[in-house]
């Protein structure tokens, strides 16, 4: 089967540099895709990782390691708006699934 | 373009009643995702859509679930009978590819009492 497992929680101060895991266990592996909700609002597409490296996005990094079935997304310059939660999600398995982990909430501290 | 509409925002009914949720994607997207949220069990793929198709509705929890996609600008995801677990946030999203990036709709809050 297919599963994904990320932090519940995870706690920065505003300024910083945080790194939110993802481990993934799926066969037929397409991608990982980063998402992220704010509290009331809906999630809104980060990032897509396909092959083994790191994609640069402004301040948003994601990584991906397909030979550790392992990524994360990394946050640098933590601002008090990027307090949400955050979903990687796979596609993958011999039915074409998609599934979304249990989400990472960020708490940041001024 | 608008993005994804979803309607109603809102949906407060009573146990047993017909529930119905529309959604609208992104012109020219072809696949089309339905989507339930809970604290307990977090963002849950229903039911998603390619080109008109259901391709994956496993995740459709019983039979009292049934999702249509008649042409490629509207879905419906039915409850029939609702029941007070059915209580979430469902959003749809659709995309051009199921892989990558997914654009969700606003919502609809569902309160069964």
């Known amino acids: 089967g297919q599963s994904l497992e990320q932090p519940s929680e995870v706690t920065a101060v505003e300024g910083a540099i945080v790194q939110i895991n993802c481990t993934y266990q799926?066969?037929?592996?397409?991608?990982l895709s980063w998402y992220q909700q704010h509290d009331g609002g809906a999630p809104t597409f980060l990032s897509y990782?396909?092959?083994?490296g790191l994609e640069e996005t402004g301040r948003f990094s994601s990584f991906l390691s397909r030979s550790d079935s392992y990524g994360y997304l990394l946050l640098q310059e933590l601002q008090m708006k990027d307090s949400a939660s955050y979903f990687c999600?796979?596609?993958?398995?011999?039915?074409?699934?998609?599934?979304f982990g249990k989400g990472t909430r960020l708490h940041i501290l001024p | 373009d608008a993005g994804v509409i979803q309607s109603p925002r809102h949906e407060v009914t009573e146990m047993g009643q017909e529930v119905t949720l529309r959604c609208k994607p992104i012109?020219?997207?072809?696949?089309l995702f339905w989507y339930r949220q809970t604290m307990m069990r977090g963002l849950e793929l229903l039911i998603y859509?390619?080109?008109?198709?259901?391709?994956?509705d496993s995740g459709m929890p019983e039979d009292r679930f049934s999702a249509k996609m008649p042409n490629a600008s509207f879905s419906t995801l039915k409850i029939q009978p609702s029941e007070p677990r059915d209580s979430a946030v469902y959003f749809c999203?659709?995309?051009?590819?199921?892989?990558?990036?997914?654009?969700f709709g606003p919502g609809t809050r569902l309160t069964v009492t």
């Open positions: 012109s020219g997207h072809d696949y």
């Open positions: 990782n396909a092959l083994d």
């Open positions: 999203a659709s995309s051009l590819n199921p892989s990558y990036e997914q654009y």
């Open positions: 999600a796979v596609r993958g398995g011999r039915d074409d699934k998609i599934i």
């Open positions: 799926t066969s037929g592996f397409y991608g």
């Open positions: 859509f390619n080109n008109n198709v259901p391709i994956d």
